[in-house]
């Protein structure tokens, strides 16, 4: 209980000169998180005309719960949905500052004469910024729904990643002396493997028990639930052997995607500005003044780099991305500094004993420069860029602007193309969720079992029940994406034929090997082998079941997905309701789903929603469609309709009435289809014939009597599928496909013609 007093003299004097400080920079209209920084500044032992703090390790612990609030909340505000949308983009830039600013460190400790590995952890640090300043300055600076904001968030997440790859690299590098990129490579497929299996059982599961638990939520346990997930994805994180921030930060993304994501953002933001504080006025207490003065020269010539270099190595990255020149700019001078990352960095070097003691208070003092300097630097991105671009020549300024736009410009994937990223995708999936089943199984639950049954009927008993759990990934592995229309078009190509055996050798091969080395971590090899050949034969006899129950494991993991888009779906329909002064309460409003029959009216089919215009003659709103295995969550207006579309749709009972008149399969048309045949005939062209020396389009065979010339017999060859322009001969023998009570018109040659 001695600490107690300490503790809270400590924090009183942190909060007591922060909240000081923020009433000062309020009224001067200056961004708070530099007056946290000059409050620390000030009751740091490095400043002894103020009270100052007694106890660092308890202020660090403080600053640490800080970091893990700030990043839980920007994975509050950006999803892994809305980081997708940027992430070409992000990644893109990130890497070539990092590649870019870490040449830069390294030449510039070269320059001032330091040695070899304070030079590279000199580039290390100044590779990456700090997460935490930014998301701080922007917020106070309003920008947080820029275009340019959404992309540095981007390009910040994809920096913490290549944080945790350059502590790896520097570790190896400083005990061994060389560069060992194997296990660089392993760090990041294992940081790679984590993160889809946390997004995707994440996703599976807290959503559905959120909202099973929705009638014993109110603010205070929804409160106390999200911090507890939290902090044990904090602590998974660690265990895995990541950063802590980071563990925050997916939590923080996965909750996003559910329907309390505001709701959760609002209660946490109290706790996220009061730990936030804290960790800025503790970045404050590290800044030296005297050893500012000692080191002045390297510090401001390194600020200088740090600045200049950062602005010119992101801008240039999101230019070649496909950003337009003032988005890259403004992007460039959000990102000019360093932060907690560095701090990170180049107290490993001290650690390891790999760098001088002067490179730590260096890298601080240089992170509290460019902290002071970064909110002023984002507030005149806009004014700096204008400045150029009046400044430059018309050609100049053509031709950027061409390149971003043709950089931007989508194009549509071939069919094979798309079956190749579908199998990729695929196989990186369900690879990792079955080998995350494997680990389990083997790590924890055949321990348990060498130890507490019988080993003979427990092992079998854990055997079957892990590839009971496995039975529906492995069938989903092997046949899921060939079960959509790109794979049917180039399955019937024979040129593809070669790849896509290829790739099912590749998915059977990945199969049976998970079976095998599952099945041999409880048994021998033999008794492995011979078991996987009969789990071959119950895959095929039960696949109907398998398939089955993946389907309900897939849409339950779909429906959490768009879950958040379908209840803004239905929120805007009732403030459409609330403008038209109708009554709509928000049980009136409900989600139902329709399936588009092939035989809906004709205006129905291949039209688009803007020109159905069911929101504005109705008044319902089309929340997804699936098509096959596609989803498209809130469809827009350019998106259309095809048979067999399943429509989910909100509507009130009296629209849905409407909704099932108007696709009501048409009575006509099925009739019509009942009395259609549809046969293959053949018939020759003589000298007399009516189509003699005309082409396949003008001889009306396809437009009056729906007839297809499928083939010609000319001269012993024969012409498939014939062009349009194709000229009959006399003697030809045309091969033809239609209705049948009219293909005799045209096998008689009688056909009218047009």
Same mark, same amino acid.
């Given at each position: ?120 952890? *000199? +580039? =290390?640090?100044?590779?990456? &910024? ?5 998301? @701080? $300055?922007?917020?106070?600076?309003? !920008?947080? /729904? ?99 921030? *980071? +563990? =925050?930060?997916?939590?923080? &993304? ?5 329907? @309390? $994501?505001?709701?959760?953002?609002? !209660?946490? /933001? ?485």
């Amino acid at each position: 209980m001695h600490h107690l007093p300490h503790l809270i003299t400590d924090l009183a004097l942190i909060l007591g000169a922060a909240a000081l400080m923020t009433l000062l920079f309020k009224w001067l209209k200056q961004p708070l998180v530099l007056g946290y920084i000059i409050a620390g500044i000030l009751i740091s032992s490095h400043f002894s005309w103020f009270p100052n703090i007694q106890e660092k390790e308890n202020v660090e612990v403080w600053a640490e719960i800080g970091i893990v609030f700030l990043l839980f909340s920007l994975g509050l505000e950006f999803s892994f949905r809305k980081l997708a949308t940027v992430g070409g983009s992000a990644s893109v830039s990130a890497f070539v500052e990092a590649a870019g600013m870490s040449a830069l460190g390294y030449g510039i400790g070269k320059l001032l004469g330091w040695s070899t590995m304070d030079s590279i952890y *000199l +580039g =290390a640090a100044l590779a990456v &910024s700090s997460t935490t300043i930014i998301i @701080k $300055a922007v917020e106070e600076l309003g !920008l947080k /729904k820029k275009k340019f904001a959404t992309l540095v968030f981007g390009i910040l997440i994809v920096e913490d990643l290549i944080t945790i790859a350059i502590l790896v690299l520097l570790t190896t590098i400083s005990v061994s002396q060389q560069f060992m990129g194997t296990e660089m490579v392993l760090s990041i497929l294992k940081l790679i493997f984590f993160l889809i299996l946390w997004f995707i059982t994440g996703i599976f599961f807290i959503p559905s028990i959120l909202k099973k638990a929705k009638h014993l939520m109110n603010d205070e346990t929804l409160l106390v639930v999200s911090i507890a997930m939290c902090l044990m994805m904090v602590f998974l994180a660690a265990q895995a052997g990541f950063s802590y921030a *980071l +563990g =925050a930060f997916i939590m923080g &993304s996965l909750l996003a995607e559910t329907t @309390k $994501a505001e709701r959760i953002e609002h !209660l946490v /933001k109290p706790v996220k500005d009061l730990f936030g504080a804290i960790f800025f006025v503790s970045v404050g207490m590290l800044i030296d003044l005297k050893m500012m003065g000692e080191f002045a020269i390297p510090i401001i010539v390194i600020t200088i780099a740090c600045i200049v270099g950062k602005v010119i190595t992101t801008g240039l990255g999101a230019y070649l991305s496909g950003n337009s020149l003032k988005v890259s700019m403004q992007t460039g001078m959000s990102l000019a500094q360093i932060g907690e990352f560095s701090f990170i960095i180049a107290a490993l070097g001290t650690s390891l004993k790999a760098t001088s003691d002067s490179l730590y208070p260096i890298i601080v003092a240089v992170s509290g420069v460019t902290t002071f300097t970064t909110p002023y630097l984002i507030r005149a991105s806009t004014p700096f860029y204008e400045w150029i671009d009046k400044r430059l020549p018309e050609k100049w300024r053509k031709s950027l602007n061409r390149y971003s736009s043709e950089a931007t410009t989508i194009t549509a994937a071939s069919d094979f193309q798309q079956v190749l990223k579908s199998f990729m995708m695929n196989v990186i999936i369900f690879s990792v969720i079955i080998g995350a089943i494997v680990y389990l199984s083997s790590t924890y639950v055949l321990p348990w079992v060498a130890t507490h049954t019988d080993y003979a009927f427990g092992g079998i008993t854990a055997a079957v029940i892990t590839l009971a759990i496995m039975a529906p990934f492995i069938w989903a592995l092997v046949v899921r994406n060939e079960r959509n229309e790109s794979f049917v078009i180039i399955y019937a190509q024979q040129r593809y034929r070669g790849p896509i055996l290829l790739m099912r050798a590749i998915k059977l091969v990945l199969a049976l090997f998970s079976i095998i080395f599952l099945l041999n971590r409880f048994f021998s090899i033999n008794i492995a082998l011979y078991s996987a050949v009969i789990m071959i034969i119950f895959f095929v006899v039960f696949r109907k079941k398998i398939q089955a129950l993946y389907d309900r494991i897939e849409n339950r993991f779909i429906r959490n997905l768009n879950d958040r888009d379908l209840q803004e779906e239905i929120r805007l329909v009732e403030q459409q309701a609330s403008r038209r002064n109708v009554d709509l309460a928000p049980w009136d409003a409900h989600m139902t789903t329709f399936d588009v029959e092939p035989e809906v009216s004709p205006s129905i089919i291949g039209k688009t929603l803007e020109e159905l215009q069911w929101r504005e003659y109705i008044g319902v709103n089309i929340a997804m469609i699936r098509r096959g295995q596609i989803t498209i969550a809130t469809p827009q207006k350019h998106d259309r309709i095809f048979p067999c579309d399943k429509l989910y749709i909100i509507c009130t009972d009296a629209q849905e009435k409407k909704m099932n008149a108007i696709l009501r399969p048409d009575k006509k048309l099925m009739e019509s289809q009942k009395d259609t045949e549809v046969e293959l005939d053949k018939f020759t062209i003589e000298h007399d014939s009516p189509f003699l020396n005309l082409s396949v389009r003008d001889s009306g065979i396809r437009g009056t009597a729906n007839g297809l010339v499928v083939g010609i017999e000319r001269n012993g060859k024969r012409i498939l599928n014939p062009e349009s322009t194709t000229i009959f001969e006399e003697g030809d023998v045309v091969w033809i496909v239609g209705e049948k009570k009219l293909i005799v018109a045209i096998t008689e040659q009688e056909l009218p013609r047009k």
